[in-house]
């Protein structure tokens, strides 16, 4: 009995000991996957934060390199636009606080303008201290993109005058070419990022993670460290000069050739994941969160300089986390080989627990997985919903949409370029453009087409003959067609139907040049019109003449005399006047400026329109002025336009009404003539002055 009870207690107890093995082992597992997992998340978060610092300062940068001022100042360096610039500078540097130096390089290299980050606030630097940049790496590696690219730099130390600054600047120099119209070079606009708050906030982030985060430049070398003396070994002199590959070179070689995940070998647990600029750009490692939606094109970051992001448990860590996970379970399987009884209940619930936490954690899994696929499943639609929508506006618009590969074979045509050329689809698809445009375009199309293999817009006029022998006058808008690589794949153009414009152009010019041939014929009627009245006037001139040489004539006929004379003299002049109007319109009309007594003028005028104002009965009256005013002016315009006035004065007055004139000075240059009726004025003005009168 007692042999058979001991074999039975040695067989349970080897059977529960392997049970409880088993079970100690799965849990550790868990236990170590829910580390591993938490240290995933860790990584994901850390690389949205450097994700959401890099796009936030890349578009800053974007937006300064597009200003007017720059663009005219990297071409001109006119004084008013670095004025203007540097306001810009200054201005942008009060509103972000990230940024320790903003700055304009020639085309040289030489600092034309540079604004600093001293004791909090931007200070312009003096002309004599700008520096000569063209021998540093990130002006060099600027100077040989092309328009369009941006340069984000390595994540470094910043160095002012051949040192390391104090205390440390971790700087991101973010820099974009400046070109001018015909795509030169002019100089490169570098923005200096200070990495200070991003790699603080990295840190506070990694507080949480079980091992520790690092973050490793692409040789290496520690950019962030729970170790400060393991930072910028690579550049500071004193801190360790080791980097991650020499201290665990397996794990490295791991790293390295992956762009991210996580294993465990004897030094401990290693998880990682990359973050490039470039791939961000293509919507790679951190595309999804948002680095498209700010508005850059692919492939504009040509040079990338990967980040590696490193959370590493060491295998005495992990131990230690062990330990204390799996510390109160400890005492419950020491105790049980002593209860051998209630250990088999303890045991039960204890693998039934384990077992529901593996369920959980694989549903969770599963769960987290379905919801990746439905965000997948929903980004899917609304790039086909975006895609439907495009088309939609393509096939609907008015105007024409060609889109052409590199062969020139047409890949895409909407509805209202058809109609333009009066083809259906089937006709045009897959067929060189070269074919349908007829043979007198073919030399201008393979011209343009050239141009647009060079990656260059522009607009341009083409007339395609119709198959029923017509003419459509379009104007083109081509953009040449890039693909992933930034290479020319093709082109497209929106077409505008100008023919009615053209129509009217030149119904424009025959309406011009008939305008032009009836002012040409009025002149000449002017002129011999002038010239038939100039005759009779001078014969009543030279009689009037005769007449005031009369001696038997009493004083009233010589006043009669004196005012036919006046009046003759005045329509002569108005004779002349009218050959002035034909030289105004030839072009050849002349201004006779002289001294001119004001009151003499005006004694011969009142004498002309006096008997005009009597006969309507009107009070004339003209006050006398105490000085004698000389005036410089032309004679016979001055008499028309006081003539005109005084005329109307009377004419449009009322019957028993009253015209005062008189005369005051305003200054030592400018004379005031006053000339007021008490006429009941005008309902319509534009009346007064039909028929071309002569009113100045």
Known sequence: MLKRFTLFFAVITLLLGIFFYKVRGNETRIVKEQLMLSEMTHIKVQERLLTSFFISHLADVEIISKLHELKNFAVTENSYSLHSLQLDFLAFFNKKGDYDKIRFLDKNGIEKICVNLKDGKPLLVPKRDLQDKHNRYYFQN???????????????????????????????????PIFDQYADFSGALVVNYLAASMLRAFRDNGRDSAGGLSLLNHAGFWLSAENLDDEWGFMVAGHRAANFGQ??????????????????????????????????MRGGTSGSYGYKAAGFKVDKIPVSYPWKIVSMITAAQLQGILAQKLKGKETLWRGFFGLLFLLSGSLLWIFLQSRQKERDQQERIVEINASLETKIEARTRELNESNKKLSTIIKTTSQGFIMVDGKARVTEINPAMLVMIGRSQEEVMGRSWF????????????????????GISEEYEMKIPRPDGSLCSCRFSATPLLNSANKVEGSFALVSDIGEQLEF?????????????????????LSSMSHEFRTPMNSILGFAQLLDDETSLSQKQKDF?????VSGDHLKKLIDDILDLARIEAGGAEINIVNVDLCTTMHELIAIIKPLAEEREIDFLAEE?????????????????ILNLLSNAIKYNRIGGRVEV????????????HIVDDGPGFLRINSLFSLNRLIV
């Open 142 to 176: 600027i100077k040989q993109l092309k328009p369009g690219k941006i340069y984000p730099s390595p994540l470094d130390l910043n160095i002012e005058n051949h040192e390391i600054e104090r205390p440390f600047k971790p700087t991101l120099r973010i820099g974009v």
């Open 247 to 280: 201290r665990f070179p397996a794990a490295w070689k791991k790293i390295i050739a992956g762009g991210n995940g996580q294993f465990d070998d004897d030094a401990g647990i290693f998880t990682f994941s990359t973050f490039s600029p470039k791939n961000l």
């Open 435 to 454: 074919d349908l445009i007829g043979d007198d375009n073919r030399e201008l199309l393979r011209e343009k087409l050239t141009i647009r293999g060079r």
């Open 505 to 525: 152009q030149q119904n424009l010019e025959k309406a011009k040049f008939a305008a032009e041939r009836n002012s040409a014929a009025k002149t000449l009627f």
């Open 561 to 565: 005399v004196e005012k036919i004379l």
């Open 625 to 641: 002025p105490e000085t004698l005013y000389q005036v410089k002016v032309d004679p016979l315009r001055l008499q028309q336009i």
């Open 662 to 673: 008189s005369c005051d000075k305003i200054n030592d240059r400018q004379l005031r003539l």
